[in-house]
């Protein structure tokens, strides 16, 4: 029995480690996880608590609707989905024809309003003649019965006569003063004009430019350059003013809505620096960016079916608020972010200083190309029309 309890006890021995290795190895865990704490605590009293983490993030940019302003039969289309369309690219034609009728009749309305001004002004003149002929006669009437009143004491000339003499006299100057009413109203019409700036002209001039502006619509440019998406549009289809045919997307002009929850917010500001990284290539590439705003409320407070919380069914849901963060144009460029990709937005709040909410008014619009630029051609076809029509009679 000895011999075995001895086998044993040495078998034992030799199979548990040294109370030396163990403390060893128990001190060692607790060494790593002391290190990790402090390690984390470093890290939380210089980084950890000034940052705040969602990744309740997404993509935003501008969504350019293309629609037409006036009504048309679609007759190409100059752009498909995901092409690249640059600023005052023509993406679709509508038949010019029922455009094309409307200005030559508003053409057409402006050299007759202008030979209309032009017969004014003559009209005018032969007024102004009349009158110095009605003056003539008032005169010749007024030295007629000057004469014969000079030669009545000697009865050459009859009572009667003198009264038909003075009769004429006033019928004279009847005649004198209509025209002069007569010259004073129509001088009214044309008073201080030309046939370039009357009244009338200026009127018709300006119904060719709201024509030929429907005219120029039947073209839709791009108003920014951008990618083609969701085209809705098909040849031969007629639009109505307002229907979206397609829509154009900037890349360029991105920015980020991070959804904080309510209680990260307090110390969120404007300008505060954001590091994000996006879904689409990981973590290997971050983007800087700086935050911009705050949204006005809520997305419950501003969804389709907002929740009704004066129900009886009540249940408290932590808010999310929309942070509206601009990204570096450069680094976009680099590497280009689509509308609605994922990504994670980590926000630097060790500096408070700035505003909580934007204060400051935009003054810079989203760069964009007017689709309306028509002015040197139609004013060139209205100069054109009316030097055609004036001749000579360009002044009263």
């Not at 929850?261 to 990981?282: F, S």
Request: hydrophobic content about 40%.
């Amino acid at each position: 029995m000895s011999a075995s309890a001895s086998g044993t006890s040495t078998k034992n021995a030799i199979s548990s480690p040294p109370n030396g290795k163990r403390r060893t190895l128990v001190f060692a865990v607790l060494a790593l996880f002391a290190c990790a704490g402090i390690a984390y605590g470093l890290w939380w009293h210089s980084y950890g608590q000034f940052s705040e983490y969602t990744d309740d993030a997404y993509v935003g940019g501008n969504v350019v609707q293309i629609t037409p302003q006036v009504a048309g039969a679609v007759l190409s289309i100059a752009a498909d989905d995901t092409d690249f369309v640059k600023a005052g690219q023509t993406l679709v034609e509508l038949d010019k024809t029922e455009s094309r009728v409307a200005l030559d009749g508003a053409e057409a309305q402006l050299a007759q309003t202008v030979r209309r001004v032009r017969n004014l002004m003559a009209t005018t003149a032969a007024l102004d003649a009349g009158v110095a002929q009605r003056r003539a006669e008032l005169a010749k009437a007024q030295e007629d019965l000057a004469r014969r009143e000079r030669v009545t004491q000697s009865g050459a000339v009859s009572e009667e006569e003198i009264q038909h003499a003075r009769d004429s006299m006033a019928s004279a100057r009847a005649a004198l003063e209509a025209s002069q009413q007569a010259l004073a109203a129509h001088r009214t019409l044309i008073d201080r004009t030309t046939v370039d700036n009357h009244p009338d002209v200026l009127v018709a001039a300006a119904r060719v430019r709201d024509v030929f502006l429907s005219f120029s619509r039947t073209s839709l440019p791009a108003p920014v350059s951008g990618f083609v998406a969701k085209r809705n549009v098909q040849v031969g289809q007629r639009v109505a003013p307002g229907a979206s045919l397609m829509t154009v997307v900037p890349l360029e002009q991105v920015w980020v809505d991070a959804n904080f929850k309510e209680r990260q917010l307090a110390y969120l500001r404007v300008g505060q620096p954001v590091k994000l990284t996006a879904d689409l290539y990981g973590s290997e590439v971050e983007y800087r960016g700086k935050v911009a705003g705050f949204s006005a409320g809520t997305g419950s407070a501003f969804a389709l079916l907002p929740p009704q919380n004066a129900s009886g069914n009540w249940i408290k849901i932590v808010q999310r608020v929309p942070v509206r963060i601009l990204l570096d144009a450069e680094e976009v460029r680099k590497h280009p972010l689509r509308i609605g990709l994922s990504v994670q937005a980590t926000v630097d709040v060790k500096d408070t200083s700035g505003p909580t909410i934007a204060t400051e008014v935009r003054h810079a619009p989203i760069p964009s190309k007017p689709v309306d630029d028509v002015g040197p051609d139609v004013e060139a076809m209205i100069a054109e029309t009316i030097a055609a029509n004036s001749g000579d009679g360009t002044k009263p």
